[in-house]
């Protein structure tokens, strides 16, 4: 089975501007989570989607929003982007929703830089 | 919501020696507690978890144990090899089986041959 695809794999924004990442999930897998990864704040949650429904969210401001699509794979948009927001953007997909019902396979991120 | 905490931030160890890295949690809901290893460049991927109703889970040279109690978790590596170096992270569940994992800040072993 193929994993997890994300793409692009590297992205550089302009303050101010907008960006949307993919995410593929592995074949069957219906849950889609996303997490940004920082230098000393580890992985932190953004938010989950399950059947085209947004299930869980993390604390991140509304400029952070997402979808998924009825073949499960999932965009995330970030607006009016911020220097805080360079990071690494990682996608996550289980067989179920709630991740202590089934483990989540991560992609290999997508690196996004703000200038 | 829930909080993890990890120590140690960095552990440099000499190979054959063993590791351990402890996590605490706060949701006394959390009832899944997994652990995953990220290599520089790479995904971060599931080496081993444990649920709430196990006390130890043991996989080869790695071992994970949890205390609900005290609501604390922990990772041990023993026999390290160099290509162990990597982050460790470890996370717990929020709100129980149907939340979202919470990750502690990650723990970067370095494995001196």
């Not at chain 1, 999930?25 to 849950?31: A, L, N, T, V, W």
């Not at chain 2, 129980?96 to 072993?109: D, E, P, R």
């Amino acid at each position: 089975k193929a994993g997890v695809t994300q793409t692009p794999r590297y992205l550089i924004k302009t303050r101010g501007q907008q960006v949307t990442l993919s995410c593929s999930p592995i074949s069957g897998h219906r849950s889609v989570s996303w997490y940004q990864q920082t230098p000393g704040q580890g992985l932190q949650f953004l938010f989950e989607y399950f059947s085209e429904t947004q299930r869980n969210k993390g604390n991140f401001p509304g400029r952070f929003s997402g979808r998924q699509s009825s073949n499960s794979r999932s965009e995330m948009n970030v607006s009016t982007l911020e220097l805080g927001d360079s990071a690494l953007y990682l996608c996550a997909s289980s067989l179920a929703t709630g991740s202590g019902n089934s483990p989540l396979h991560f992609g290999n991120g997508t690196r996004l830089t703000v200038t | 919501g829930e909080n993890v905490e990890q120590h140690p931030s960095t552990l440099s160890v000499q190979e054959g020696d063993s590791a351990v890295i402890k996590c605490t949690y706060s949701d006394s809901a959390s009832n899944y507690f997994p652990w995953y290893k990220q290599e520089l460049g790479k995904r971060p991927q599931l080496i081993i978890d444990i649920r709430s109703n196990v006390g130890e889970k043991k996989d080869q040279r790695i071992a994970v144990t949890l205390n609900k109690t005290a609501k604390h978790f922990s990772l041990h590596i023993t026999e390290t090899q160099p290509e162990d170096s990597a982050v460790y992270f470890c996370a717990a569940t929020s709100g129980g089986s149907q939340g979202n994992l919470i990750f502690g800040k990650g723990t970067k072993l370095s494995v001196k041959p």
